[in-house]
């Protein structure tokens, strides 16, 4: 059972920083895409960053780029992402996404097979 479990989300501050991690139950995590989502109440779930298995390449939404660092450390079955110079919209529910297959779309909610429950990032103007 491949399970993500999200944790570092909380209350900062507007240009403050916050370290999302994600832990990821199962053997072949090495061979796991991975990704971060996002969904602000009232809006559709949105693409934030993604990383390549081996953590090669990575993708950002244009909104992060420069703000956002996805990184991952496949001997901790983990991914991160890193933010900072946080924004009140920023705030949302953010999830940690995967999928077993290094292929199609980094971009698109439909394309993860894998999903964690969650984790609120609050950011307060």
């Known amino acids: 059972q491949v399970q993500p479990v999200e944790s570092g989300g909380g209350l900062v501050q507007a240009g403050g920083s916050l370290r999302l991690s994600c832990v990821v139950s199962g053997r072949t995590f090495s061979n796991y895409v991975m990704a971060w989502f996002r969904q602000a109440p009232g809006k559709e779930r949105e693409f934030v960053a993604a990383i390549s298995s081996r953590g090669g390449r990575t993708y950002y939404a244009d909104s992060v780029k420069g703000l956002f660092t996805i990184s991952r450390d496949n001997a901790k079955n983990t991914v991160y992402l890193q933010m900072n110079s946080l924004k009140p919209e920023d705030t949302a529910v953010y999830y940690c996404?995967?999928?077993?297959?290094?292929?199609?779309?980094?971009?698109?909610?439909?394309?993860?097979?894998?999903w964690g429950q969650g984790t609120q990032v609050t950011v307060s103007s």
């Open positions: 996404a995967g999928k077993s297959w290094d292929s199609g779309s980094y971009y698109d909610t439909e394309e993860y097979t894998y």
